[in-house]
DNA sequence: CACTGTTACGAACTCCGTAATTATG
DNA sequence: CATAATTACGGAGTTCGTAACAGTG
């Protein structure tokens, strides 16, 4: 679990597109699909169901969210 | 300002010592070193004064090591 | 066929560990 | 001289982006 791999989570969460969330943080969307197949490795769920629209977070996924937002949250600058 | 970054800076913090903190983190001292480094370099203080005995945590490093016990925590697994 | 995500893969980059160096009591 | 940190540097591993592929309304 990377700190860039949580924003890209955070992101796709909020835009339910991988190919947005990944313009948005300046990475291409293989990277970005990248970041989540990591973390759904890592924890053995997965975060998000994939249709043709896009993706749709699961209940692991909100889980994750919540955590992800108090890590971000706690690493704002001061 | 990486996961790992983090904690060999609070294990350092803790034990004073960059040798101790990086077999602890079953590391190098000069891996450990460079952790210390890339983050004073990323947030522009000193977080240790450098003795001939080892690390002296400065009030820079004292703010850190607040920041960085509240990034841990939230990261705990559930 | 337009738009989505994913896979393949090569290049660039990063990070680690070994070895050598510096500094201090 | 023992102990601690740091620097130098080469190799291994990771991560990125381009290009190609696959699925769906």
Redesign the pocket.
Known sequence: M?F?QLKTFIT?ART?????AASEL??????G??????LEEEFGVILFT??????RITSHGELLKSKANDILTASNPV
């Open positions: 990377e860039h796709v339910g597109n991988v190919t947005k300046n990475i291409t969307p293989p990277s699909s990248g970041h989540i197949k990591l994939r249709t043709s629209r896009g993706m």
